[in-house]
């Protein structure tokens, strides 16, 4: 069950990953669904390639946490600190997914907008499957650490 979780998890944090560094190097395929938008249309946050960029780098960072953890790469932290980066970023993506945010999560308000629909759809049950499965690996440490 645990390889099942990390392969999920890696697989949608690698394309989350992916997705970003494009958009940060300038690709548009997506984007017009890759930030959150008012009632009107118009963008509620500015866009810019650093942001994409910072996000993309930030999900490579979690996948190489994850890979760690499970034991399939060997990083220079201790396992204990794996453990506990994994339960926040568990904790992170299980916030962004269940916010109560004006914009995003699924309790947001603004629903009708087209990142609104992709939110609800894609974005946002890909946050809860990487917090819940994020937990799920934590929880069962003992099952990892024996391969």
């Not at 997914?97 to 914009?103: F, G, N």
Request: hydrophobic residues 55%.
């Amino acid at each position: 069950m645990e390889t099942a979780i990390v392969a999920a998890c890696s697989a949608v944090l690698l394309l989350g990953a992916g997705f970003h560094v494009y958009w940060g190097l300038g690709g548009r395929t997506g984007a017009g669904v890759s930030l959150p938008q008012r009632e009107d249309g118009s963008p509620a946050v500015k866009e810019t390639a650093a942001g994409a960029l910072a996000v993309g780098v930030v999900l490579v960072l979690v996948l190489l946490l994850l890979l760690g953890f499970a034991g399939l790469i060997q990083l220079p932290i201790p396992r204990r600190l794996l453990k506990i980066g994994l339960i926040l970023w568990a904790l992170i993506f299980t916030l962004r997914a269940l916010s109560w945010s004006r914009y995003f999560g699924l309790f947001k308000r603004v629903r009708n907008t087209r990142f609104g629909r992709y939110d609800s759809l894609l974005y946002s049950p890909s946050c809860l499957l990487l917090g819940l499965g994020l937990f799920c690996l934590a929880m069962a440490d003992a099952g990892i650490a024996s391969r």
